[in-house]
Nanobody, 132 residues
């Protein structure tokens, strides 16, 4: 049974940092493309950052580019998203998603999964609130 569990959310002040973890069970993450997504109240789910399984190439949405890093630790079967200089507009529920197969373009993982939630397997999400 494929299961993803996110952690690392919370309340943080503007300018602060968080590291999200996405721990997998029931499968090995190293053969899956992984993405981090977020959904703010009243907004569509959007792809924040994705990483392929082929060569660990990455994609970052413009809103987080330069202040975020996605990485995977295959030994721990976990994918991470580090975010710095957090802003109020980063407030959202953050989800990770995993998709098996040969996804060679990280941006495609983010784009397709944002449009079609059935494309990937999802975790339950972790809430992030950026507020003074």
């Amino acid at each position: 049974q494929v299961q993803l569990v996110e952690s690392g959310g919370g309340l943080v002040q503007p300018g602060g940092s968080l590291t999200f973890s996405c721990a997998a069970s029931g499968f090995t993450l190293d053969s899956y493309a992984i993405g981090w997504f977020r959904q703010a109240p009243g907004k569509e789910r959007e792809g924040v950052s994705c990483i392929t399984s082929i060569d660990d190439s990455t994609y970052y949405d413009d809103s987080v580019k330069g202040r975020s890093t996605i990485s995977r630790d295959n030994a721990k079967n976990t994918v991470y998203l580090q975010m710095h200089d957090l802003k109020a507009e980063d407030t959202a529920v953050y989800y990770c998603a995993a998709k098996g197969g040969h996804i060679t373009i990280a941006q495609a993982m983010c784009a397709i999964s944002s449009q079609d939630p059935g494309f990937a397997s999802w975790g339950q999400g972790t809430q992030v609130t950026v507020s003074p």
